[in-house]
Antibody, heavy 119, light 110 residues
Framework: EVQLVESGGGLVQPGGSLRLSCAAS????????MNWVRQAPGKGLEWVSY????????YYADSVKGRFTISRDNAKNSLYLQMNSLRAEDTAVYYC????????????WGQGTMVTVSS | QSALTQPPSVSGSPGQSVTISCTGT?????????VSWYQQPPGTAPKLMIY???NRPSGVPDRFSGSKSGNTASLTISGLQAEDEADYYC??????????FGGGTKLTVL
């Protein structure tokens, strides 16, 4: 079964750090470009970051640039998001998603992990 | 604020058709055919419903269709069913190497 499972969410104080993980199974993870997409409570979807299949190309949304770092370990079929200097506005459910490059669409999504930034 | 504009809500009765619009500019929606649509029922992850403006992934009912005219892409759901009640988002890849989503549209099946 094709599956993405996020973990690592939780409650963190403003200015703190958190590392999210996304475990992939059922497909050849190393061949897929990956993304993080977030959704604040009651709000819409917001793209956060992209990483190419090899990890050599990375993009970030302006809202997280300089604070978040995306990475991957193809040997472990895993995607990561290191989040530093967290702000209240980073509170959201964070989804990992594959990008089907040929069609520029996010075709496999995880169930999400909740990050709450609050004192 | 989203670069893609969607109506906040639409509604329809079972069996009817509804259309959700996604308006951009001549530099994005008007120039490229990489518009995709996602369905998100309450409390669940998004699901890809339409890619490249009008193509359906395997398993998506043919009641769902997409189109584009000028700077506006549209998702039409015909033969509405109760299970179609969800939030719907359009998305596209931008020339700045980023992806953008519309603000989302809540579909209510009356």
């Amino acid at each position: 079964e094709v599956q993405l499972v996020e973990s690592g969410g939780g409650l963190v104080q403003p200015g703190g750090s958190l590392r999210l993980s996304c475990a992939a199974s059922g497909f050849t993870f190393s061949s897929y470009e990956m993304n993080w997409v977030r959704q604040a409570p009651g709000k819409g979807l917001e793209w956060v970051s992209y990483i190419s299949s090899s990890g050599s190309t990375i993009y970030y949304a302006d809202s997280v640039k300089g604070r978040f770092t995306i990475s991957r370990d193809n040997a472990k079929n895993s995607l990561y998001l290191q989040m530093n200097s967290l702000r209240a506005e980073d509170t959201a459910v964070y989804y990992c998603a594959t990008l089907y490059t040929v069609i520029d669409a996010f075709d496999i999504w995880g169930q999400g992990t909740m990050v709450t930034v609050s004192s | 604020q989203s670069a893609l504009t969607q109506p906040p809500s639409v509604s329809g009765s079972p069996g009817q058709s509804v259309t959700i619009s996604c308006t951009g500019t001549s530099s994005d929606v008007g120039s490229y055919n990489r518009v995709s649509w996602y369905q998100q029922p309450p409390g669940t992850a998004p699901k890809l419903m339409i890619y490249e403006v009008s193509n359906r992934p395997s398993g998506v009912p043919d009641r769902f269709s997409g189109s584009k005219s000028g700077n506006t892409a549209s998702l039409t759901i015909s033969g509405l069913q109760a299970e179609d009640e969800a939030d719907y988002y359009c998305s596209l890849y931008t020339s700045s190497s980023t992806w953008v989503f519309g603000g989302g549209t809540k579909l209510t099946v009356l």
